[in-house]
């Protein structure tokens, strides 16, 4: 509580606003001091009231709180990628290690997550049906979808068989509802549907990678959100190059050499490599 109160304490300050004009009627200011000074603390009703009479969203002070702490998930995800992304299977045993010291539910979801990531390092380490099936049960089971849901499905459904993956998927998308009002939400989760799209694409399952391409096409992608319309471009290519039209080879190139225009150049290269491979399987097919 004593964090909170420092960071509630940081947002009044910036803002210029006394004690007395964030407690407004709800509470008193002396109350408002104690909470910030970590003495005592505010209901939630009143919590949220002082936000926003400061103007501050949650989203906002929890992202504040995190960076005071350093203790925000983002950088546990972080450290999962960038091992991943490396092929550092060491640290992401070290981390799995870790997580394994605990008995917590979390700890066993969060373990499953980096045997995964360890799988895609090396296809040898194979990860139990067990896990998978511990996985996929407890995404079922939650109705309303948060951010760690996002991240535990998003990280694992390589690994997920196509049909409990287009469930899961269709999931996904139901819970927008639940977060329509959240832009971070809402993005997270388009990248989790353009993550499936490419799955289904590689596991050759056309279908399934068309009804979640309809789901965009069908939705109205603002062009602030250019890295998704972008990806999206790509997917929708590669499923018609896919479905024999050698036309959309020119829309990929086209795609490609924009990322190369606007300095992307990481992900142009791994276009190119994607599409090459694809024209050399389609050859030898």
């Known amino acids: 509580m ?7 304490k940081y947002f ?11 407690a407004g009627k709800t509470t008193s200011a002396s109350q408002i001091s104690r909470f910030e000074r970590g003495h005592t603390g505010i209901n939630v009703e009143t919590f949220y009231h002082c936000l926003h009479t400061m103007n501050i969203s949650m989203h906002e002070f929890e992202n504040k709180y995190n960076e005071y702490n350093h ?8 450290a999962i990628s960038e091992a991943y992304l490396e092929k550092n299977i060491s640290k992401l045993t070290s981390i799995l290690h870790n997580e394994l010291k605990s008995d917590k539910k979390a700890a066993k979801l969060n373990s499953i997550v980096i045997k995964i990531a360890i799988f895609m390092c ?14 996929s ?20 459904l390589f690994a997920l068989p196509s049909k409990s993956l287009a ?3 269709s999931e996904i998308v139901s819970s927008l509802h639940f977060h329509k009002n959240s832009e971070e939400y809402r993005r997270k989760v388009y990248i989790t549907l ?11 399952n056309l279908d399934l990678a068309l009804k979640f391409l309809n789901y965009f096409e069908n939705t109205n992608i603002p062009e602030s959100e ?26 990929l190139n086209k795609i490609i050499g924009f990322l190369e225009f606007i300095d992307c150049f990481d992900s142009a290269e791994k276009m190119k490599c994607h599409l090459q491979q694809l024209q050399i399987s389609n050859k030898n097919s």
Request: charged share 30%; aromatic share 18%; net charge neutral.
């Open 71 to 78: 203790i925000d998930d983002f950088n546990y995800n972080i």
């Open 194 to 204: 353009l993550n499936i799209i490419n799955c289904f694409l590689e596991r050759d």
């Open 122 to 135: 090396d296809d040898s380490k194979k990860v139990h049906k067990k896990d998978i099936e511990y996985l």
């Open 137 to 156: 049960d407890y995404l079922f089971s939650i109705d309303d979808w948060g951010k760690y849901e996002i991240w535990l499905f998003s990280n694992s």
């Open 167 to 169: 469930v899961l998927g």
């Open 226 to 251: 250019l890295y998704i319309k972008i990806f999206y471009k790509y997917a929708k290519s590669i499923y018609l190059y896919k479905t024999g039209k050698i036309s959309s080879l020119n829309d």
């Open 2 to 8: 004593k964090e909170f109160g420092k960071v509630f």
């Open 12 to 22: 009044r300050e910036s803002k210029n606003m006394s004690l007395r004009e964030v």
